[in-house]
């Protein structure tokens, strides 16, 4: 039976596998988040959707930086 640290390991690599991020098979979408999420007067509105938009400017410009398609 495998270890604790073996299984863990096993997971590890099997996500990396999964998930990795291929730009020719990957693409960031960014939807609705100017109209929906960030305009008060929406029904999705998030208060603190602000709080976000560096992080999601990250994302963008990591993808654009590798290749992947950016779809705003």
């Known amino acids: 039976m495998p270890t604790y640290d073996e299984l863990v390991s096993r997971k590890a ?3 990396q596998e999964t ?3 291929d730009p020719v098979r990957t693409a960031l979408l960014v939807i609705d988040m100017q109209r929906s999420f960030m ?3 929406s029904s ?3 208060p603190t959707s602000r709080d976000i938009l560096p992080h999601v400017k990250g994302l ?3 993808c ?3 290749g ?5």
């Open 13 to 15: 690599a099997r996500i």
């Open 19 to 21: 998930h990795r991020m």
């Open 39 to 41: 305009d008060p007067k």
């Open 44 to 46: 999705l509105y998030v």
């Open 60 to 62: 963008v410009e990591f």
């Open 64 to 66: 654009r930086g590798r």
């Open 68 to 72: 992947v398609a950016v779809l705003l």
